[in-house]
């Protein structure tokens, strides 16, 4: 299937799971995408993500983290779209909940954190936000 933002069916396929209360999520695989997953792992978003063959297809699974029955993801939201592209300077990447979530930018660098982008004196796409 051809999906047109890859970035976003990522992050419903995350979000669909998180309210299902599935244990992982498999999903096709990309450089950009498993970047991102491991900035979740990191930040602690996800317990873990591995790539896999199947069959012809590289997939990537995401193994969810639960506090009991809650998930620790509690929001994703897709900030640069294809049809919109946002874009901050390093002084103007936005802040989740006062600090208590995450901006996913995209760096000249590399994909990384908001916090660890404005450390780096770096600006670039806003790919989305977690909390």
Do not use: C
């Amino acid at each position: 299937m051809n999906v047109s933002d890859p970035i976003a069916d990522m992050l419903t396929r995350i979000r669909n799971a998180t309210r299902a209360r599935h244990e992982e999520v498999v999903l096709p695989s990309s450089r950009t995408k498993v970047a991102i997953a491991r900035i979740l792992r990191d930040e602690g978003f996800i317990e873990d993500f591995g790539e896999a063959q199947d069959g012809t297809r590289a997939v990537l699974r995401i193994k969810l983290k639960y506090v009991g029955k809650v998930p620790v993801v509690s929001g994703l939201k897709r900030v640069s779209k294809p049809g919109l592209r946002v874009y901050a300077s390093k002084a103007d990447i936005p802040r989740v909940l006062g600090g208590l979530g995450i901006v996913i930018v995209s760096t000249s660098q590399g994909i990384m954190t908001g916090s660890q982008a404005r450390k780096g004196q770096l600006g670039g796409e806003v790919l989305a936000m977690v909390w």
